[in-house]
């Protein structure tokens, strides 16, 4: 069957059924030294013809690592689309989403490219419907102090933001309108190297006015924060 939203008319104009969005997983590599991530028998909920999962990404990294750029992801075989990503430029923590039409499997394989090795990898999965093209309605991202920017938003949609920050200081994370679903620690170790990272992601759905967002995380040193409309 055609993906949905690929031949839809009008960009943004629901043929698909309503907007939905679940959290479903997150899972953690550490150690990998790689450019190249596979995560094995991750949940991705109920199969379904209009099933699209949406994958939020983070690379992790020492020093001895400077990978920049998610270059590609699939998800239980399906390419996604890398719909939003931004880097620190200390080089120590890569935020990206990618989006994935994936009407088959419960369980299956995420795998996660970057343009060089990186230390850790860490992802988290959202089931969504509804959808009509893999591309946002909006997105954002963050690496300031700051670490807040404004989305534009459906009336029937969603919003998902996922961030990190390299600790010495290691406090909990707190989100500003939107909801948050995940917030822990990663320590990421790399030979005699080794640093801690707070990953947090969180989610909410829109009735079409702009949404301020705003992440408090740790010390907010190497911080990257990206977000995007649906």
Not at 202 to 229: E, K, M, W
Request: glycine share 10%; aromatic share 8%; proline share 3%.
């Amino acid at each position: 069957m055609p993906i949905p939203g690929v031949f839809a008319p009008h960009a943004y104009v629901n043929t698909f059924g309503p907007r939905t969005l679940s959290f479903v997983t997150t899972d953690y590599i550490d150690g990998e030294e790689d450019s190249s991530c596979s995560f094995t028998g991750v949940s991705l909920s109920t199969a379904a013809s209009n099933r699209w999962i949406i994958v939020g990404i983070l690379g992790l990294m020492t020093n001895e690592y400077t990978a920049s750029t998610i270059t590609s992801c699939t998800v239980n075989g399906y390419p996604a689309s890398i719909v939003v990503q931004d880097v620190h430029g200390g080089d120590k923590a890569i935020a990206g989403i990618a989006v994935a039409y994936c009407p088959t499997g419960t369980t299956g394989t995420i795998v996660v490219n970057f343009n060089s090795a990186i230390d850790s990898c860490h992802i988290a999965v959202w089931k969504a419907t509804g959808l009509v093209r893999y591309a946002p309605y909006d997105s954002n991202t963050d690496t300031s102090g700051t670490m807040t920017f404004s989305l534009n938003t459906l009336s029937d949609g969603f919003i998902i933001g996922i961030g990190t920050s390299d600790d010495t200081f290691i406090g909990s994370s707190t989100w500003t309108n939107l909801t948050e679903r995940y917030d822990t620690t990663k320590a990421v170790v790399t030979g005699v190297r080794s640093s801690s990272h707070t990953v947090t992601g969180a989610d909410t759905t829109t009735s079409g006015s702009p949404v301020t967002i705003t992440l408090s995380i740790g010390n907010q040193d190497d911080r990257v924060l990206v977000a995007a409309s649906f």
